[in-house]
């Protein structure tokens, strides 16, 4: 199989607090997992590329101080947004890279709806 | 930035009929593609994969892969209800690397 899981699935959160969101892979290691975000009705916008033990790969306009992104493990990443915003309210996605249908396919986590008030 | 396109429908089809949905990618140098199902407001859930051209079919699936129109589809066929989604079709550079994703393609199937 390929699970992976996220916490927490809703957020609500005041203005200028910080949030975290876990994502781990259930049943197989992990060395890159991706953080994805969906604003209503729009397609998914990668935000980062996380590889275990490293530094995350941040794609161009996504604030690196704002979205820190943690690899600990090769089954666990984190991403924390720091002072958040209403603007940052979104649908924040994680994949993982690899299980059972092969390394180059990415299977993605429930997702976590943040609002910020 | 590279680009992949997709028609946003809704494509409306009856229950049973056959599903097409296409997607265009602008990278020659792709190497892998991906068809995934959403539901509103659920992640994405990976539904094929393909990386030659060709077809490559699995269950009421098939993926149809065309490098040199740089052109991909999905074919589902005796559409159910429950397939009613948003289906995304994703592009990547390498194999293992980051996917580029198109807007999606709302399928509505009419029972």
């Known amino acids: 199989g390929a699970v992976v899981s996220q916490h927490p699935s809703r957020v609500i959160c005041k203005s200028g607090t910080s949030v975290k969101i876990e994502c781990r892979s259930l049943d197989f290691q992990a060395t890159t997992m991706f953080w994805y975000r969906q604003f209503p009705k729009q397609s998914l916008m990668l935000m980062a590329t996380s590889n275990e033990g490293s530094k995350a790969t941040y794609e161009q306009g996504v604030e690196k101080d704002k979205f820190l992104i943690n690899h600990a493990s090769l089954t666990l990443s984190t991403l924390t947004v720091t002072s958040a915003h209403p603007e940052d309210s979104s649908f924040y996605i994680c994949?993982?890279?690899?299980?059972?249908?092969?390394?180059?396919?990415?299977?993605f986590g429930p997702g976590t709806r943040l609002t910020v008030l | 930035q590279k680009e992949v396109e997709q028609n946003s429908g809704p494509l409306s089809v009856p229950e049973g009929a056959i599903a097409s949905l296409n997607c265009t990618y602008s990278d020659r140098g792709s190497q892998s593609f991906f068809w995934y199902r959403q539901y509103s407001g659920k992640s994405p859930e990976l539904i094929m994969s393909?990386?030659?051209?060709g077809d490559k079919e699995d269950g009421r699936f098939t993926a149809q892969l065309n490098k040199a129109s740089q052109y991909v589809s999905l074919l589902i066929r005796d559409s159910q209800p429950s397939d009613s989604a948003t289906y995304l079709c994703a592009v990547s550079m390498e194999y293992g690397n980051k996917l580029v994703f198109g807007a999606g393609t709302i399928l509505r199937v009419k029972s």
């Open positions: 393909i990386y030659s051209n």
């Open positions: 994949s993982a890279r690899g299980g059972s249908g092969g390394w180059w396919e990415q299977f």
